[in-house]
């Protein structure tokens, strides 16, 4: 059952978002956001301007402008972490919010070679490191 626009998390700004995510601005049709669980240093979520819109409802222009930011922050996280692979993720079940999960993987480090996991709550940064974290992204873009 599709979430209704009243309880969207990206959309009413819902407490659950602060707790695990800090946004880092606004691309051309998206903001972009860092988990605050950190087990993957970068790991990011893209979430698109508009609710309750799958990527097969998009239009061409549209798709291409969401897809064109997700690129972009790929881009700088290959930048600025230098990570061995990014993993991609886009999973709506409960959440009727168009977003993807780009998710930088290590060489030998957590979860290499598997799917990732949504919130392991293994690895959390202090506010200083988050800001740094931030700013790094934010250089690279």
Not at 32 to 60: A, M, T, W
Not at 82 to 88: E, F, L, M, Q, R
Not at 117 to 128: C, G, Q, R, W
């Amino acid at each position: 059952m599709p979430t209704p626009v009243s309880e969207c998390l990206y959309c009413q700004h819902l407490p659950l978002l602060d707790e695990l995510m800090i946004k880092i601005g606004d691309l051309e049709v998206s903001q972009l956001f860092l988990f605050k669980e950190q087990s993957h240093p970068g790991r990011c979520n893209v979430v698109y301007n508009k609710h309750g819109i799958d990527f097969q409802q998009l239009s061409d222009e549209e798709r291409n402008a969401f897809m064109s930011d997700v690129a972009r922050v790929g881009k700088a996280i290959d930048k600025a972490f230098a990570p061995t692979k990014i993993n991609y993720g886009a999973y709506a079940d409960t959440i009727s919010h168009l977003h993807v999960h780009i998710v930088p993987k290590y060489q030998g480090e957590f979860e290499f070679g598997g799917v990732f996991e949504m919130n392991p709550k293994k690895t959390y940064l202090s506010d200083e490191e988050y800001a740094a974290t931030i700013e790094k992204i934010k250089a690279a873009l």
